[in-house]
Nanobody, 120 residues
Framework: QVQLAESGGGLVQPGGSLRLSCVVS????????MGWYRRTPGNQRELVAE???????TYADFVKGRFTISRDNAKKTVDLHMDSLKPEDTAVYYC??????????????WGQGTQVTVSS
């Protein structure tokens, strides 16, 4: 069974840093686009950053210059390094992965989410 598991969330002071990690477990053929989304209280889930299987990256305007997304295909992980965190970055962060399961099937997966709280 294929699953995504996030780790690395927590409480951090404004201006601090956190690194989120997401690992894919279970049998897959290939990882395609992978990304991080977040949901703030009262809002819909929004894209934070994504990375293609070729390494191309896209960032939301509100994190450009502060967050960096990376992937390790051998380890089946996608990480989000967050610097200069602001209180408005407080949210539940979700990992997303578009995975090829076999020659014929692709599926989109989500992790369970990890809480990031930025507060003094």
């Amino acid at each position: 069974q294929v699953q995504l598991a996030e780790s690395g969330g927590g409480l951090v002071q404004p201006g601090g840093s956190l690194r989120l990690s997401c690992v894919v477990s279970g049998p897959i053929f290939k990882m395609h686009d992978m990304g991080w989304y977040r949901r703030t209280p009262g809002n819909q889930r929004e894209l934070v950053a994504e990375i293609s299987d070729g390494g191309g990256t896209t960032y939301a305007d509100f994190v450009k210059g502060r967050f960096t997304i990376s992937r390790d295909n051998a380890k089946k992980t996608v990480d989000l390094h967050m610097d200069s965190l602001k209180p408005e970055d407080t949210a539940v962060y979700y990992c997303n992965a578009n995975l090829r399961l076999n020659r014929f099937a692709m599926k989109d997966y989500w992790g369970q989410g990890t809480q990031v709280t930025v507060s003094s």
